[in-house]
């Protein structure tokens, strides 16, 4: 098993067991009301799926201003701009 797959399967896992639903092969939705992650600014963000492209997982999260409108939405995508987002 190649090295992307099986970290593939530990995220879908972990994503599971945090409630996730598996939306298709490749994408996980329906996480747990409230996973939240946080950017260097102190910024929250909703988590509201992930998906999968090329085995490597693509994170989708918006945040709300304080009268509750969507105000930006963001796509993570590879290890770099992982690290630039920590869990809440």
Same mark, same amino acid.
């Given at each position: 098993? +190649?090295?992307? /797959? +099986? &970290? ?12 996730? *639903?598996? *939306? ?7 996480? @747990? *009301?409230?996973?939240? !992650? *946080?950017? @260097?600014?102190?910024?929250? $963000? %909703?988590?509201?799926?992930?998906? &999968? !492209?090329?085995?490597? =997982?693509?994170?989708?999260?918006? +945040? $709300?201003?304080?009268?509750?409108? %969507? !105000?930006?939405? !963001? /796509?993570? @995508?590879?290890? #770099?701009?992982? #690290?630039? $987002?920590? =869990?809440?």
């Amino acid at each position: 098993m +190649r090295k992307n /797959q +099986r &970290f593939k399967n530990v995220v879908i896992e972990t994503l599971l067991a945090l409630g996730g *639903k598996m *939306k298709s092969e490749d994408s996980v939705n329906f996480l @747990k *009301k409230g996973l939240l !992650i *946080k950017d @260097k600014e102190g910024f929250k $963000y %909703t988590v509201t799926d992930v998906d &999968f !492209i090329n085995n490597e =997982p693509v994170v989708s999260a918006f +945040r $709300y201003d304080e009268n509750g409108n %969507t !105000i930006e939405r !963001i /796509q993570l @995508k590879g290890e #770099k701009e992982f #690290k630039k $987002y920590e =869990p809440v």
